[in-house]
């Protein structure tokens, strides 16, 4: 199955470099992007064709995947539409079913919001699909990113909801390992010794949620000794309000999100 990505920076390229480490044959990749320094750029480090013509881009694909920027998309799909209706994947945040299958009727069209620990065979990546997907369609598009994590087929009213906690979420993570770190050093450790113990402890930690079948607030409980220095610190995290930002975190994300959908 031939892939044909428009736009590949830094979302389509995860998916080029996961795809490429799971075994992908480079033949079967393509991309346009838009500048010819770009198109340079990725031939060169991934050993695909590469090149700046959306529309070869989608005649030579047997699915095409979308991975502009949301204000380019309308560009993109003029283009793409001289070519055979073909599975097109749209990750283009705020594209819904509605518009994209307006743009290009008949098509079957699938919207995707990845991110970018794809790369890494680590993603997530949530589905929804077009009324006019087959059930052929349906699973081969999800098997591409089954290569790559997880997938999640959601209704699409809660896509928003799914974008803020899977799509942005890794920045919500880093930003976390990061003030974890930066605790750990102002009580001395140096910068790279915090940093590698709550990286560690992350990883770690996430991987005892995903094995343990007991929920995360309960793993939580059971490490926290009552009257110890665990619980001492949980205290201060329930206290400090960390539920409420994370609330406010996802709501403010789910509200741009909406956003990028009514435009
Ligand atoms: N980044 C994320 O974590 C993430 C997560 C989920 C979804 N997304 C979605 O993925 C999409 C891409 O985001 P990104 O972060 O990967 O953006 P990005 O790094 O800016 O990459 C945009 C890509 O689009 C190309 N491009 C621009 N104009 C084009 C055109 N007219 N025809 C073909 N290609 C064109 C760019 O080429 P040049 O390099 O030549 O300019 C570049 O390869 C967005 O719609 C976003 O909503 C991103």
């Known amino acids: 199955m031939k892939l044909g990505f428009i736009g590949a920076g830094e979302m389509g390229g995860a998916i080029i470099k996961g795809l490429l480490n799971s075994g992908w044959p480079k033949a079967d990749m393509g991309a346009s992007v838009h500048s010819q320094a770009s198109a340079e750029r990725l031939s060169k480090q991934y050993g695909i ?30 283009e793409i539409a001289a070519a055979d209706k073909k599975p097109v994947i749209c990750m283009a945040l705020g594209w819904t079913l509605e518009k994209l ?6 098509w079957p069209v699938v919207r995707i919001m990845p991110n970018t620990p794809l790369a890494l065979g680590e993603g997530v990546t ?9 059930a052929q369609v349906r699973q081969e598009t999800e098997s591409i990113f089954a290569r790559l994590g997880k997938t999640v087929e959601l209704p699409e009213a809660l896509f928003d909801a799914g974008t803020a906690v899977s ?12 003030a974890l770190a930066k605790a750990g ?15 560690q402890t992350v990883v770690g930690a996430a991987k005892m949620v995903e094995h343990e079948h007991i929920s995360p607030a309960e793993l939580a409980q059971k490490v ?3 009257g110890g220095c ?11 309000g960390m539920n409420e930002a994370l ?9 741009k999100a909406q956003e990028f959908g009514k435009k």
């Not at 529309?55 to 799909?77: F, N, R």
């Not at 665990?230 to 400090?240: C, E, I, N, P």
């Not at 609330?247 to 509200?255: E, L, M, N």
Request: proline share 5%; charged share 15%.
């Open 126 to 134: 949530l589905f929804a699909f077009g009324a006019s997907v087959s």
């Open 101 to 106: 299958q307006a743009a290009l009727p008949g």
């Open 167 to 178: 799509g942005s979420g890794p920045a919500f993570v880093y930003y976390f390992i990061d």
């Open 224 to 226: 926290a000794t009552p």
């Open 49 to 78: 064709c590469a090149g700046t013509d959306n529309g070869y881009t989608a005649k030579w694909a047997d699915v095409i995947l979308i991975a502009v920027k949301p204000g380019v998309v309308p560009q993109v799909l003029e």
């Open 185 to 199: 050093a102002a009580q001395g450790l140096s910068d790279e010794q915090s940093l590698t113990l709550a990286l």
């Open 247 to 255: 609330d406010k975190t996802i709501g403010a994300t789910v509200a």
């Open 230 to 240: 665990t619980a001492a610190g949980l205290d201060v995290l329930k206290t400090t």
